[in-house]
């Protein structure tokens, strides 16, 4: 294999993320994209010169003879896309989560297997070198026993009532939203530093903005369009603008998460602290170049990201030396990286990469949370 043909389905706020990523690795080549106006697909095409646009995604991959595509459409359409890209024998990388029922996605990971094809689902937030870093200090025993887990994820894109997009509406989102949308990344991540699997979780969510001004046309990611009375209708909310849970570990020790996306001034902030029987590792996403780790007994320290400083498993994920800040658009970059090196015949025996195995553990961890928060019970995973 050459040059690598890949095709991307949705072009909103994370599909053209995808794009620039991929073209900062050797021998790939987007030769298709598709999206949902003939209009809005031609002009992303055009101003990310492309070389062909369709509406139609089934239409692209019987059409272009593409080695991957990846999926950056509303949730509800990640299962549908990719059983026809697997089936086709086409590579799949797609966005979180992976599917919007467990079902879904146990019947991806089964038919990624039988048909021996790469599959990852994009949770970059792995691929910040620190975080890498994090999960080392645990492996090597610098961390020690996990004790408690603390962290949250917060937004304020979605702070005013008439702050709208797809994500409000379970038809698109599932049945959760503020979990299913940046939960998902929070809860693959603590898993993935801490090596621990929860066991069990307590929910509570709010719906802070019960009804929202849905506009009458359709309002992009991030747009912050403030809107006027005549661009929008009332309609009644059903997803969580906030969740908090509780969460109980494999090895008897506790955590909690909150998330929201009513939170001003949080633009897009994820923050993990572990305290461990040995040291306390923080990080948060705002500054993701720094680890604050705590001791008992002597000075606290931050470690600056610095490959010299660094295990060399988390080095690996790093371009540039220390003091040459890297970022949100390095980490789409490092995982690509590693899912096409298998793609181009790089079988390692555990891929390091998210797999459709990582979705599907995600995605039961945010049903067991959607069902506690329903019973206001705990529920085993
Ligand atoms: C919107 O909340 C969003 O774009 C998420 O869908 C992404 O996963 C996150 O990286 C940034 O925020």
Known sequence: MDTIKVGVVGLGFIGPAHIEALRRIPGIEVTAISHHTREKAEAKAAQLRIPRAYTDFYEMIDQESLDAVHICTPNHLHYPMAKAALEKGIHVICEKPLAVKLEEAQELVELAA????????????????????????????????????????????????????????????????????????????????????????????NTVHQTRKKPL???????????????????????????????????????????????????????????????????????????????????????????????????????????????????????????????RGDQREAPLYPTFADGYRELLLCERIVESNHKSSWVSV
Not at 287 to 300: A, F, S, Y
Request: hydrophobic residues 35%; aromatic residues 10%.
């Open 114 to 205: 039988k048909k021996g094809l790469v599959n990852a689902v994009h949770f970059n937030i792995r691929y910040y070198p620190m975080v890498r870093q994090m999960k080392m200090l645990r492996e090597k025993g610098d961390l020690g026993e996990v004790f408690s887990v603390l962290g949250s994820y917060l937004q304020d894109w979605l702070f005013y009532a008439t702050d709208y997009n797809w994500r409000l509406e379970p038809e698109q989102s599932g049945d959760s939203r503020a979990i299913a949308d940046i939960g998902s990344h929070l809860i693959d991540l603590l898993e993935y530093v801490t090596g621990r699997k929860v066991t069990q979780v307590m929910a509570d969510f």
């Open 217 to 343: 046309k359709p309002v992009e990611t991030y747009s912050g369009k403030m809107l006027q009375p005549e661009d929008y209708a009332d309609v009644p909310i059903r997803t969580e603008d906030h969740a908090t849970v509780l969460l109980r570990f494999d090895n008897g020790n506790k955590g909690s998460v909150t998330v929201s996306q009513v939170a001003a001034g949080r633009k897009n902030r994820l923050s993990l602290e572990i305290a461990g029987s040995k040291q306390t590792l923080s990080w948060c996403s705002e500054t993701p170049n720094e680890l604050w780790i705590g001791h008992r007994d002597e000075p606290n320290q931050v470690l600056l990201r610095d490959p010299a400083l660094f295990y060399p498993e988390a080095a690996a994920l790093v371009a540039y030396p220390g003091g040459h800040n890297e970022g949100f658009p390095d980490t789409s970059k490092q995982l690509f990286r590693e899912v096409y090196a298998a793609i």
